[in-house]
């Protein structure tokens, strides 16, 4: 499942709270949704190679697009009141999402959870599942005959 996947199913079934993976109420934040559809309490994440409880993630660990938005200096970036510069947010897919969830979706409510979805399923390098479209129009067409 894409990352952008299971963010959107995983908004839909915890309550959404910035800062943390699993508030142990029923609540979390982008990384904790996106857990929570894999089964998990949370995504590993700190120390850890980012995601190894979910192998499909490794990616948010080591790909480092341009920031998604024009925020500059010091940004929220977890619940702890930690700020972080730009660069730092830079440097991983996975900071990017804790910051534009935190900042972006739930403080200054200029981004839904539906941008945050399309943002991240722009910078997932895995590659889209194909639809087989051949097989069904050649069943179509062997049905016509």
Known sequence: MRASEALLKGSKMIRWVMGTQNDLSGGGCALGMMAR????????FC???LFTSVEEYQWMHTASPPLACNCLGSVLLGSGGDFNPRELLESRVAYQLVHLFNYHVMTEKDWT?????????IV???PLEKVVVEETQEQEELVAV
Do not use: C
Request: proline share 9%; charged share 35%; hydrophobic share 30%.
């Open 124 to 126: 997932d390098p895995s």
């Open 37 to 44: 559809v894999h089964g998990l309490e949370r995504l590993n």
């Open 113 to 121: 959870i539906e941008q945050l979805s399309k943002w991240l399923d």
């Open 47 to 49: 120390d850890d190679p």
